[in-house]
């Protein structure tokens, strides 16, 4: 039997702790560790069971969820973080992706798309919703017009780029793998050399770049 995926949730409501324990665990390969209903007791819990992935609530007293993320990545070999967040939280998102969050979910998500979410986390992949990549865009990036490719960009193939555009509509490896008609292992070795060409540490900041430079537009299939 393989290895369950260990899930920290840490959110300061007690139903939706409760509510995401009994989706993640019906799904068989996941197990919810610990949970946590402030940022500090999250940083504790996080030390303490060490998960693969912590799912992480942005407002949370005593301490917030994304200054609650940054502590806890500051350690060796931290584990995956998953922001949950809702529509009226857009001025929060563009610093998650700077502290290091690995994925965004919004809190209402459908059960397949949580579980979906905690299985990517715990491959290295990432989920993003495609509505809060687009509304973080609208709200915090202006509209780059570069004129021919940015020198950030100049050493990523022509498929490297196609990918990282896909990266920044908010497809996952399977999805991307899908839309290329590739197989997802090389998919996954495209997604590599990008996060290295690029020096970034994951996939998200990945998209910021992808936006910030002018790759990828507000029109996500521009």
């Known amino acids: ?33 610990a949970e946590a209903d402030t940022g500090n007791e999250a940083i504790r819990q996080a030390q303490l069971v ?19 993320t940054e502590e806890i990545l500051r350690h060796p070999d931290p584990p995956t973080i998953v922001v949950l967040t809702t529509f009226d939280q857009n001025e ?13 979910l919004l809190k209402d998500a459908p059960s397949t798309r949580l579980i979906a979410a905690v299985r990517a ?24 017009q570069p004129k021919g490719l940015p020198e950030e960009l100049t050493s990523l193939t022509e498929r490297e780029l196609d990918v990282l555009r896909l990266i920044a509509r ?13 197989a997802e292992t090389t998919v996954k070795t495209h997604v590599a050399r990008i996060l290295a060409k690029l020096g970034v540490r994951d996939r998200v900041q990945a998209v910021v770049v992808a936006y910030e430079t002018g790759c990828v537009t507000r029109n996500p299939r521009g």
Do not use: H
């Open 121 to 144: 986390a715990a491959t290295g992949d990432s989920l993003i919703e495609p509505s809060i990549i687009q509304r973080l865009v609208e709200r915090f990036v202006e509209p780059a």
């Open 92 to 104: 929060y998102i563009y610093r998650a992706l700077r502290v290091g969050a690995a994925g965004f």
């Open 50 to 68: 060490e998960p693969d992935v912590i799912l992480m609530d942005i407002r949370m007293p005593e301490l917030d969820g994304l200054s609650a």
């Open 170 to 182: 908010g497809l996952s490896n399977a999805e991307i793998a899908a839309e290329l008609v590739v």
């Open 1 to 33: 039997m393989s290895k369950k995926i260990r899930v920290l949730v840490a959110d300061d409501q007690t139903l939706v702790r409760t509510g995401f324990r009994v989706i993640l665990e019906a799904a068989g390969d996941i197990e919810v560790v």
